[in-house]
Every structure is written in structure tokens, then in C-alpha cells.
């Protein structure tokens, strides 16, 4: 059966998570890389905007804003920590 | 006279005097470049635009002994892999592909010292590059503060590259740096870089801090604190609100005083003008013309300039990227983003520093949309023109309150005029601008307090763009005014006062044939030759439409004040028996005000901001119509 992987758009808020890939191969893909979203990267949200607006994510020392359509190309895995 | 043959190819070109060495700026946004450039430039820089694009280009210099160094302060960008405008220039201008623009000589790679987790692989894509290159570390003062330490000699070590650490805003480690730019030459290379993509950098980069970082920085508690409170879902929407009411007043009173002032310069200026010369057409040239003229839109300099200011600050700061997340969602609507908001908002005191303003907007759709409708928020110089017709036919009958009929008229053009714009972006985006937009990402950085003289300096060479652009524009424009306004030259019958002098000239000249011969598209409007001449008046710029009406109603009393102006044309003609003015056609020119682009000055900026002639037609044709229907059922319904 395959895991299922969650993407950021759904990462709850204190929760700790680790980047495993960005998905596709366009420009967007390539922006998000150079943004700090690797493979084994840490992230955790910070907060979101209500009706479904951007989302705030921090990872590697700065904070980032993304709309949900650019936070769902960055597939996740839980690690269960708090942060 | 050589005797080559033809098939020998011609000389080439003598070569001109060795071009200047220039040394290139490169970081990404939020990074204190811009602070480090003005700190090591000062007043000698310029802005300009690059040949094609509409991207700013920022040149400056400074002298140490008898050298002089030229710096460039590139776009900012967060890889050498460009996804919008400006982000090419800078990959193009680094490789010299630019075309017209040399490639630098030397690199400076501006980094914040906080963010190197992020900013390090976009380090090594530059020093890949080959070029000798130094890195500054800014916000060096910042990281101390929140616990981060990291060894700058082993950083130097293991890039090879000099590294400098400096504090921007408060000029440390600025005369280090001028030292070290002096000359290139001794620069040390870069050694040990990443092959590979992007991922492989970032493994890099993780193990070179891991080996150079004392300390790992923690996070600003300020910031996360005031995002609490200022990203709250329900408190930060108040928040936003108090910041653009405290936008709307900081813009309309604060900047009264110096305004003020200067317009009773300008008026002794023209005053003193026509008093002293010899009088002459050119003397009432100079005088009404040119400084009446001119002045009127210099008057609005203080506002533009604190305008300027506020936003400068705001996003120095960090609060603009707040304000441009909470309310991204909304913007998203219609097809636009948050960045957007910015300025439009600026578009209420005038459209002229807020279609500037978009320069922000990453996306080229998202940046046109914005400035196609831009001029439809109500900017400050529409105000004397409602003022007037609201005074004349709006009673001031309470409401609610302190709250006016009148007051409530003006608000009401307000959201006509705001709720066109968002209808319109909806409509452009979804038409002909529709189509993919670049993705939207925005750093929320730390907040910090900008450097002053930094901001200063910025909002110096903003002003003198606006006034040494939309200023040539409106020169030209007021003295063509003069032109059609005092041409052909008519004497008054005897025994007229000077009021009734100057209604006669103003009939009799090609403005009021141009005024007639405009009378059959403006008449469904129930505007007549009066008023159009008043409209004419209005594209030199809008401040002009009273002051020129006055004139063309025989007006006795100063246009600037209202009531009286208003109490005129309320009064019986008495050539035809009715009003001067009618309600209906008071209402009809209020509504074709809110919409028609009636200003020169923004007809030029869009066109530099768009580069070329097509859009600013388009939006002066598309304008005119929505103005023209729009008054058309007003005054059908008013009638």
C-alpha cells in the first residue's frame, strides 16, 4: 500500500514536518527548491490566513508566505514533534 | 585615403576612453542591499530604467583619494535562475548579456547574516560565476542580538572570498567595505564550490555553516510577538484598517501646512511676475501659464513626498509584507495579489507615485491590471472639483450625526471609484490578462527600524523623478493651456471688470471653439461648452478644472473658496433664465470625474511604466467611455 503523504497546505499549526520533495519540474518547482524547501528540510506553520488565504511557514531561519496552491506542491512528512 | 581593398574588412571603431570599472551589488530581496548602496553612495546616485524593460536601474558612485568606484545596484533576486523581469536583468547584466550593458567588474554579494541557511546556495551560484567577488554580511548587529554567532574568519576560510560584516542602517563596517572595493585585484578566489543543482548546494551550504556557525541565531521574539497580534486573523484585520485610515489622514492633513505655504509662494512668485515685467503675452505666460500652472501640481509635492515616505517606511520595516498577506485573499478575487494593495492605496493621494509603485508586483499581468485601473481610486486633486459641485448641489442636510447628505456624496464617489477598480481588475484579469501569473511566495521578514537617511535618500530620488517626468509633461501641458485659453486675443468691451475681461477673452478664444465643437459629445451628458473647456483645463492637470471654470463663469472671488464659487453657479444665468449649472448636470460631472483619466501627468507615467504608447490609449479610451455612460444614466436619471 503506499503512504500517503500529506503536502504543506495541510500541515496543522505546531506541528514539526520534513520536506520529502517538491512536485513537478517547472519554474515553480524550481523557485520552491531554491527557497530552502529540500529534501530533509525542517519546516513547521506559523500561522494562516482565514478563508483560505496564504499560509506562513518557517524554515531555515526565515519566515515564508505561500498561497495554497504553492504550499501543495511541496509534499511533507510529519515527524511528530511539537515545535 | 587608404587604398584597401573592398574585401579587407573597414577599421574598427576607435575605442573609446576606457569605460569606468563598475562593481555590481547582488542579493535578494530584504537582504539590506539597497541600505548598503545608499550608505556607500549617498546623493551620488541616479535611477534609472534599463534599455526594453521597465526595470530600475541604480548607479552611483563614491571617490576615496582619486579613485572612483561605480556601484550598481542590482535587482534583487533569490537565484540566478530568473522567473520575473527584474530578476533577468540582474542574471543578464552579471553574465553580460545584457544588451547596451556591460557586464561588472567586480561582484558584491549582500547577504543577511541571519537568513545564510537560505541565502548561502545563491552565494555559491555567484561566486561560481568567476568574477572577483567579496561578500558583505549585513544585519550583523541583528544577529549578535538574538543569540547567533558565527566565526566571519572561518567563513572567509572556507569561501575564500574576502567577507565583510557590516550594520547598514548604522553605518559600521561601510568605510571596511569602501576600502576593500578600491580594489578588486587583491581580492582572494573563491575555492571549493558546489557542482551540481540546487539541491546539492543546499547540502553544501547546510555543512559549511555547520562548520563556520559558533551559535545557531534564535528566532526575533519581537517579530514573532508582533505577528501575533498584527497577523491575528480578527485583530490584524483591525489592524490593517487603522494602518490605511492612518494612511488616508496621514496623506490629507499632515502634508496641508507645507502645501499651503507653497502655494502662497507660488502665488506671490506669479504675483510678483506680473507686477514687475513689462506686460506682455509672455509676461501673462510666465505668470498664469507656467507658474499658476506648474505650481498647481508642485503644491502637491509635500503630500507626494510623505506619501513617498510612509511607504518607504513600512516597507523597510517589514509591515508592508503584513499588509500585503492579510489581504492577499481578497486581492486573489479578483485575480490580483496582495502586493498590489499597496498601490492602489497610494493611488488615493495620487496615481502618479502608485502606478510607480507597482514596480513591486512581481507579475507582469498582475502589474498591468493594477495600473489600468489605479487612476479610478479618488486622488486628491478630483477633491476641489467635488468639493464645488457637492457645495452647489448636495444640501448639507445631517444624517447620522456629524455625518452630512454631503459628506455622504463624497464618500459615495469614493466607493464608486474603488468598486470600479476592483470590477475592472476582475475583468481585465479574467480577459485579456488572464493566464497563468508567476507563483506567489513573500518573505515576512524580522521587523526592523529602517535607517533614516537611507529612506531619505529614496524618497529624494522619487520626488525628483516624479516632479523631473510628470513636471516636463505638465509644463508642456499648462502652457498649451495658456494657449488655447488667451489666443485669439480679444479685447473686452469698455467699462468690464477684470473678472468680466477675462470671461470675455475665455469665449472668444480656440479653447472655447474647441469647448463648441466638443458640445455634440457632451451634450447627452448635459455638459456645455463651459464645462468642457473646464474638462480641456483638467488634462494639463485636474487642479486646473476649477480654477479655470472660474475664469470661464466670470467668477469674481478667489476659486478657492468654495462657497461662494458654488453659491455662483447656482444663480440665474441671466442670458437664458435658467441656473448656470443645473443639478442634473452637477451630478453627471461628478460621476464622469470619478471615472474619465482627465490628467496628462498619469497618461505619461503609464507610458514610461508600460513602455510605449498602447496602454495608457487604451486606458484613456476604455475610461472615457465607462465616464461617458457613467454620466450619461446620471443625468438621464437627474433630468
Redesign the interface.
Known sequence: MTPTHSSLADLQKFGMARVVRVLGDD??A???????F??G?EVDL??R??????L?V??????????P??ARRVEIETTGGLR | MSASSPTESRPATPPKSQPKRSIALVGSPNSGKTTLFNALTGLRAKTGNYPGVTVDRREGSFREGTTEVQLVDLPGTYSLHAISDDEAVTVQVLNGEFPGVAAPDAIVIVADATTLERSLPMIAEVLLLGRPTVLALTMIDELKARGGDIDIFALRRELGVPVVGVVGNRGLGIGDLREQLLDPSKWSAAKDLPEGDTISRFSWADALLKRVTRHPVSESGLTRRLDNLLLHPVFGGLVFLAFVTFFFQAIFSWAGPAMDSFAGVLDQAADWTLATLPDSWATHLLADGIIRGVGAVVVFVPQIALLFALILFFEASGYMARAAFVVDRIMGWVGLEGRCFVALLSSYACAVPGIMATRTIPSPKDRLATILVAPFATCSARLPVYALLISAFVPATPVVGPITLQGLTLMGLYLLGAVSAVLFAAIFKRGMLRGASLPFYLELPPYRFPSISSLAIQVWRRVSLFLSKAGKVILAGSIVLWFLLNFPVSEAPEGSTESQAAQYQIENSLAADLGRGLEPVFEPLGFDWRINIGLIGSFAARELMVSTMAQVYAYEGDSEEVEGFADLLTRQDPETGQPMMSAATGFSLMVFFVYALLCVSTIAVVKRETGGWKWPIFQLGYMFAVAWVGAFITYQIAA
Open positions: 519554474s515553480t524550481l523557485r520552491l527548491c531554491e527557497l530552502g529540500t529534501p528540510t506559523v500561522r490566513a482565514p478563508f483560505g488565504g496564504p506562513v518557517h524554515l531555515r531561519g526565515y519566515q515564508l508566505a505561500l498561497r496552491g504553492e
